[in-house]
């Protein structure tokens, strides 16, 4: 039977049929085949002992991956729009690292590098919508940087204030040998980590650990409330702009007025 550029098209972005489905579970196969290779490969003693098989491993992932890209481009109705497109972009850096390796000769970076071919499983599991969430974050990042810097300042501030007084009471017989070394031990009580290796002793340094250890749980608090409530405020906005935008190719949605490429295949939408 004569497959078609229609017919192809259908099998690489919809997961409706049984074709469609078994492409999606070879590349779901493939995608963590390289990284457990990429992984293994990291191990010093594995690859002293199947390093020529991690690299034939490696080699016939990316040269899969080439062929699958190349395809994407050529079946996508606008090349461009998959290109520069997020899942175009995790796809590209999917089959760089290898060929990049014959001038840059950094294993360490390329295999964190192939890690990222994680983010591909993203589309084959049909988790955009995961995608369009962490656009919500970016934006109210961004919105909320001024009220975020406040807060840093404070913390810094307590920090500096706290680490000077745990100098003064407690003093270097205890471990506190200067204020940057106070200032240390502050951070470590405020994250609610307490390592452990530098500790106050006399009462009163003890009474201010103890405030600084409650303080430290609003303070874990306040930042998340912070962005959360702007990703509320982004998501209510958002909303707003939404309509039956369905993209022509995937009939992936819900996408938003001001959307023009499709967030699942990268499509131009009109």
Not at 39 to 65: N, P, Q
Not at 147 to 154: L, Q, R, S, Y
Request: one cysteine or more; a positive charge; charged letters at 20%.
């Amino acid at each position: 039977m004569k497959i078609t550029k229609k017919r192809l098209a259908h099998i690489v972005f919809e997961s409706n049929d049984k074709a469609s489905k078994l492409f999606d579970v070879v590349l779901l196969f493939m995608i963590f085949g390289s990284i457990f290779v990429a992984i293994l490969d990291s191990v010093a003693s594995l690859r002293e002992d199947y390093g020529e098989a991690f690299l034939i491993l490696e080699w016939l992932f990316t040269i899969l991956f080439t062929i699958e890209y190349l395809l994407r481009v050529w079946l996508s109705r606008k090349a461009t729009g998959y290109i520069f497109s997020f899942f175009g972009m995790v796809d590209l850096l999917a089959i760089l690292p290898t060929y990049l390796s014959f001038f840059v000769l950094n294993s360490q970076l390329f295999t964190v590098v192939r890690a990222l071919r994680l983010l591909r499983v993203i589309r084959i599991l049909k988790l955009g919508r995961y995608v369009a969430e962490a656009e919500y974050l970016t934006k109210s990042l961004k919105s909320s940087s001024h009220k975020i810097m406040i807060f840093i300042g404070f913390v810094i501030t307590i920090v500096l204030i706290m680490g000077t007084f745990m100098f003064i009471i407690e003093g270097p017989e205890h471990g506190f040998t200067s204020i940057p070394v106070g200032m240390y031990w502050a951070i470590v009580t405020l994250t609610t980590v307490g390592f452990g290796d530098i500790y106050p002793v006399t009462p009163l340094g003890q009474l201010v650990s103890s405030l600084i250890m409650l303080l430290g749980y609003a303070i874990i608090a306040v930042p998340t409330g912070i962005v959360s409530s702007e990703m509320a405020s982004q998501k209510r906005k958002d909303e707003l702009l939404l309509g039956d935008k369905i993209c022509p190719k995937c009939r992936y949605t819900p996408l938003l007025q001001t959307d023009n490429y499709c967030k699942n295949c990268g499509e131009k939408l009109f």
